[in-house]
């Protein structure tokens, strides 16, 4: 009797630790639905407040910009101060020289606007804007400086947006920029969706010189760029890692954009939006709206691109077409997808809990010239002695997907071309190996990247272990228990 008591209770513990453990090893975060923007178009920008988590705010296509703060109701912070069609928000992670962390908007059309009180009003900045470059798609801080992409080329302004200056590539519609290196030397990286091609769709300056550089080692020449986003300095190896996403899947660059790598582990279709946390160089998110299908979502990475896991659960609508991470842990995001069959704009909120980022935001970039900003952290010491430099290829990228596919963020812009000067439709191509000198290796067919066994199998295996120790321990005892014949 003493001995069932026993092994009833071995497998009671197992089941007890079965029923923690496979759950929580199998478990998928969720998306939680936020109140529908009222809006019928797209939305292609979606940014965290970096003063104030759970705060978010989203450009739209014919509502302005549009401010959450309790999960609930959307708000209207720009009146009539801002036209009602917006490509990008972005936010200073410092605060301006009035108190409040500055907000940037960039109009579909309308050009550039900034907020230096939290949105109670608004300038419009467009001196030297004209045309096309109105058109205003992306925005990069920077340290005294602001970097814009438009439907005409790149725009600089050292004076917090009250002048802007040609930087070239004018004629080109640029989708996206990001600051590669934020100290001297200065390298900018600028990303291309239009038809026109200038050799890489894909370019690089440096020093503000206005000299674009196609960057070709790693990256197919027909990639169609819809987002470019850099995270912070990882501290083991001091390099800032950027990131390309487009029509042939997602790039990875550790050596400012000289060099390129394919990542593995995401499906072979178009993605449009990258979120880096602001704190953890390790931890990156990336979108896709699928072709406006079944086979968008959003997707983690929790080693700066090695591996990936889709984290789609509770998004009725997978067409994510814009998304944001915070500098909070567990991770705070913000996707918004489009249905356009409704037609409807879903915003959802995500806690991850399953990506705890450690370590700390830089201070901010101060773009309006702030005397007061700490120092950024320097990147990649002594990579950059002219750009570009020429690496060696040891190695091939894991993913060689016959067909591209239209950037997904490029071609859902198309259906706001009627209110804007909108940009030139994304062309397509197909995608081949990409040679580059810092991809990871590839898996065999059918195998997963890592050799690990997943979590849940591995407890199984070690519960059928104790269970077939515990059994032999039964049968030992019963036979020590059973009197030797004749005694």
Not at 210 to 235: E, F, N, R, Y
Request: some cysteine; aromatic content about 6%; overall charge neutral.
């Amino acid at each position: 009797m003493a001995v069932t008591v026993r092994v009833t209770g071995a497998v009671a513990l197992l089941t007890l630790v079965f029923a923690v453990a496979l759950p929580a090893a199998g478990a998928d975060v969720q998306w939680a639905p936020l109140a529908p923007l009222p809006v019928a178009g797209p939305a292609f920008s979606v940014t965290n407040d970096p003063a104030v988590p759970g705060t978010v705010y989203a450009a739209t296509t014919g509502s302005g910009l549009l401010r959450n703060v309790d999960g609930k109701s959307w708000h209207d912070i720009g009146g009539s101060s801002l036209p009602k069609n917006l490509w990008r928000v972005a936010i200073d992670a410092a605060n301006g020289p009035k108190g409040s962390p500055p907000i940037y908007v960039g109009g579909a059309g309308g050009g550039f606007f900034k907020s230096l009180d939290g949105a109670k009003t608004w300038e419009t900045l467009n001196k030297g804007l004209s045309g096309r470059a109105l058109n205003v798609r992306s925005i990069a801080l920077g340290r005294g400086l602001i970097v814009i992409g438009t439907s005409d080329g790149v725009y600089k302004s050292t004076d917090g947006g009250k002048n802007w200056q040609a930087m070239g590539l004018q004629g080109f519609d640029v989708s996206s920029v990001a600051f590669a290196k934020y100290n001297p030397p200065l390298i900018i990286l600028a990303g291309i969706d239009g038809a026109n091609n200038p050799g890489s769709r894909l370019q690089g300056t440096q020093d503000l010189s206005g000299k674009w550089v196609p960057l070709k080692q790693g990256v197919p020449g027909d990639l169609v760029v819809s987002a470019i986003a850099s995270g912070p300095v990882h501290t083991q190896d001091n390099l800032r890692t950027l990131f390309a996403a487009g029509s042939g899947g997602v790039y990875k660059s550790d050596d400012d954009g000289q060099s390129w790598a394919q990542l593995a582990g995401l499906p072979a279709q178009g993605f449009g939006s990258l979120a880096l946390s602001p704190v953890d160089p390790n931890i990156l998110y990336t979108a896709s709206d699928g072709g406006g299908g079944t086979s968008g979502g959003v997707w983690r990475s929790t080693d700066r691109g090695g591996t990936w896991v889709q984290i789609s659960t509770g998004l009725a609508t997978k067409a994510v077409t814009a998304l944001s991470v915070g500098a909070d842990s567990p991770a705070t995001l913000f996707a918004i997808a489009w249905d356009p069959d409704k037609p409807a704009v879903l915003p959802y909120l995500l806690s991850d809990t399953q990506a705890q980022p450690q370590g700390s935001a830089e201070g901010g970039l101060c773009p309006e010239g702030n005397s007061d900003c700490p120092p950024l952290a320097a990147s990649s010491p002594g990579v950059v002695a002219s750009f570009p430099v020429v690496l060696p290829v040891p190695c091939s990228s894991p993913i060689t997907s016959a067909s591209g596919t239209p950037s997904p963020g490029a071609s859902a812009e198309a259906t706001v071309a009627a209110t804007a000067p909108a940009a030139s439709p994304s062309a397509s191509g197909s995608i081949g190996p990409s040679p580059s000198p810092s991809c990871p290796p590839s898996p065999p067919p059918g195998r997963s990247p890592r050799n690990d066994l997943p979590l849940g199998i591995a407890l199984v295996v070690v519960g059928v272990l104790l269970l077939v120790l515990a059994g032999r321990f039964l049968i030992v005892r019963r036979r020590r228990e059973i009197p030797a014949e004749g005694s």
